[in-house]
Nanobody, 123 residues
């Protein structure tokens, strides 16, 4: 059983940076890879980034120059650091958990979902 709570969203200006947090409630935090997905209004949910307990990680190719993901196992928290935000980044950002070390990118294999935090980037 895993509970995920996102925070850090809000209204930001284009070009600014923002850090999102995903607090993970579980007794087996190291067992899970934690990822971020986003869903823009009227669009399908898409992969953003994922990290496993050993620090291995992957970021979507289109976002890798601006987004980074990190994990603090002691705090049971995963961060998504976003820089040079653009209006196109506006979306509901959701945290997800997947058992095992695989750096998955498909929504179909996610085991648990958070409820999301909304990021709105104004031009």
């Amino acid at each position: 059983q895993v509970q995920l709570v996102e925070s850090g969203g809000g209204l930001v200006q284009a070009g600014e940076s923002r850090r999102l947090s995903c607090e993970v409630s579980t007794d087996t935090f190291s067992k899970y890879s934690i990822g971020w997905f986003r869903q823009a209004p009227g669009k399908e949910r898409e992969f953003v980034a994922i990290i496993n307990w050993g620090g291995g990680n992957r970021v979507a190719d289109s976002l890798s120059r601006r987004f980074t993901i990190s994990r603090d196992n002691a705090k049971k928290t995963v961060y998504l650091e976003m820089s040079r935000l653009e209006p196109e980044d506006t979306a509901d950002y959701l945290c997800a958990a997947k058992s095992g070390p695989a750096l998955v990118s498909s929504t179909k294999v996610v085991d648990y979902w958070g409820s999301g935090t909304l990021v709105t980037v104004s031009s």
